[in-house]
């Protein structure tokens, strides 16, 4: 039995543990539900806005708080992945440094002293499936591509890339800063739909132990 694969991929004020997670997005296959966290500020209009920039169906909801942000994507969680054969997928999610979804998590809901939501939840990171069972090298670069934008544009047709309203990861923080959360939105979308693509297509040419699928579940619980 085939796992039903979900990308879930945020986006943070910055790389400290002083900073918070601005957006949590998960991709599933009738569309995309984004939580984004605008520390207080109205921002009005952002599904709406987000909805004309992307094809596909995405639901938005805006929180006060990292915290209620946290708490309405734990009970999504819940409801969502009980009960369903599910495979949680990240692009780079869980090596410091180089993908941080999975471990800026784990350290955001220790401080808030939120239950763990994945519980029973099997997770598989997409990057090294992609990077090592796929030839990413491109004819004017000496390197493979490793990035999700650059090996996505690689393998699969780019259309995610064209919806993308940043040129750098790193202009999310930006984006947050100055309260241009609809802009946030859009790239948090883009980059599961990527990543979402790259997942299918490892489906489509990969065996199930490349997938590397390991459990998310605490070794204790509350």
Known sequence: MTLEQVVVDIETS?????????TVGFAVPLGVRVFVQTNGQEAPGVEAAVGDRVESHVKVTRHESER???EAVSGF??????DEDVL???????RWKGGFDVPFLRTQY??????????????ADVMPLVTNRFNTTVSDEDEPRGDLAGVYEALCDGRYGD??????????????????FAELVVHNVADMLRTRSLGRLAERYCSKSDFNVKSLTPTTEG
């Open 68 to 70: 209620e942000l946290f």
């Open 163 to 180: 919806m993308d309203p940043f040129a750098e990861s790193s202009e999310a923080v930006t984006a947050y800063e100055n309260e241009r």
């Open 88 to 94: 949680l997928v990240a692009y780079n999610g869980e």
């Open 14 to 22: 910055g790389f400290s543990v002083d900073d918070v997670v601005t």
């Open 110 to 123: 220790a401080h808030h002293d939120i239950d763990w939501p994945f519980t029973d939840v099997p997770y």
């Open 77 to 82: 969680v819940e409801v969502r992945f009980r």
